[in-house]
């Protein structure tokens, strides 16, 4: 593993360091097998899917929810 300095990473400009974060965060989401998810959030990720089943028009696509986040409209 290599080394990290994170004073260098806290000098880059904020977009660098949420490119960063969001690299970090992909890599997490696609080696989920040593996660241990608590079972409030499993049964809240139940719930959720379960709301989304019955009511599969609510809701709007994430690039429209992106979009709308970060004021690209």
Do not use: C
């Not at 290599?2 to 965060?25: F, G, Y």
């Not at 899917?49 to 028009?57: D, G, L, Q, S, W």
């Amino acid at each position: 593993m290599n080394a990290i300095n994170i004073d260098s990473v806290l000098e880059l400009p904020v977009a660098e360091r949420i490119k960063l974060v969001e690299a970090i965060w992909d890599s997490v989401a696609k080696d989920t097998a040593g996660v241990d998810l608590p079972a409030w959030q499993a049964d809240e990720l139940d719930r959720r899917m379960a709301y989304f089943e019955r009511n599969p028009t609510e809701g709007a696509p994430w690039a429209e929810v992106k979009r709308h986040v970060s004021r690209e409209e």
